[in-house]
């Protein structure tokens, strides 16, 4: 058997390529055909070797590329300066409030003596501190007013549910 697929390999030949010559010892251009299938075949083996390496990669959202706006100029809006301070903000409250008695009475409630630590607090939360505790007080004055059957002028009505709660 080995001897007729020797026999057989001898008896095929390769055949040698004609090149047809030009005028001027120059080679033909190939035929426009053969060109387009080289290509297509070569288009086709970037595409797959594209494909493996996407497969290779772990799978992850196609990325595109990021458009880049142009910003607009932005218009810088300048806050309004007081101007130059003209008291350190390490300066002394009774300094500076030497003349109003209830604003240092403030001071000493809300426990602040430098104008850094005042300027922590805004107006809102300034009221509420203030006034919480007063209105505290005033609630349990009327409390206290309707246990011993009393009332403030036009609380009637509150001196009235509160006996009624008790």
Same mark, same amino acid.
Request: charged residues 40%.
């Given at each position: 058997?080995?001897?007729?697929?020797?026999? &057989?390999?001898?008896?095929?030949?390769?055949?040698?390529?004609?090149?047809?010559?030009?005028?001027?010892? #120059?080679?033909?251009?190939?035929?426009?055909?053969?060109? %387009?299938?080289?290509?297509?075949?070569?288009?086709?083996?970037?595409?797959?070797?594209?494909?493996?390496?996407?497969?290779?990669?772990?799978?992850?959202?196609? #990325?595109?590329?990021?458009? &880049?706006?142009?910003?607009?100029?932005?218009?810088?809006?300048? #806050?309004?300066?007081?101007?130059?301070?003209?008291?350190?903000?390490?300066?002394?409250?009774?300094?500076?409030?030497?003349?109003?008695?209830?604003?240092?009475?403030?001071?000493?409630?809300?426990?602040? %003596?430098?104008?850094?630590?005042?300027?922590?607090?805004?107006?809102?939360?300034?009221?509420?501190?203030?006034?919480?505790?007063?209105?505290?007080?005033?609630?349990?004055?009327?409390?206290?007013?309707?246990?011993?059957? #009393?009332?403030?002028?036009?609380?009637?009505?509150?001196?009235?549910?509160?006996?009624?709660?008790?």
């Amino acid at each position: 058997m080995m001897a007729k697929k020797k026999a &057989v390999g001898k008896t095929k030949k390769k055949k040698k390529s004609v090149v047809k010559l030009k005028a001027g010892g #120059r080679k033909k251009a190939a035929p426009a055909v053969a060109k %387009h299938k080289k290509k297509a075949a070569k288009k086709i083996k970037k595409k797959k070797a594209a494909a493996k390496k996407a497969a290779t990669k772990p799978a992850k959202a196609t #990325r595109r590329k990021k458009t &880049v706006k142009r910003q607009k100029p932005r218009k810088i809006v300048k #806050r309004a300066s007081l101007g130059r301070p003209r008291v350190t903000a390490d300066g002394r409250l009774d300094q500076v409030f030497q003349k109003d008695y209830q604003a240092r009475e403030v001071f000493e409630f809300l426990g602040v %003596h430098t104008l850094r630590e005042l300027e922590t607090y805004a107006p809102d939360e300034i009221i509420d501190k203030l006034t919480g505790p007063l209105l505290q007080t005033v609630q349990r004055i009327r409390k206290t007013l309707a246990m011993v059957n #009393r009332s403030l002028a036009n609380d009637r009505d509150f001196a009235l549910e509160f006996k009624n709660q008790l």
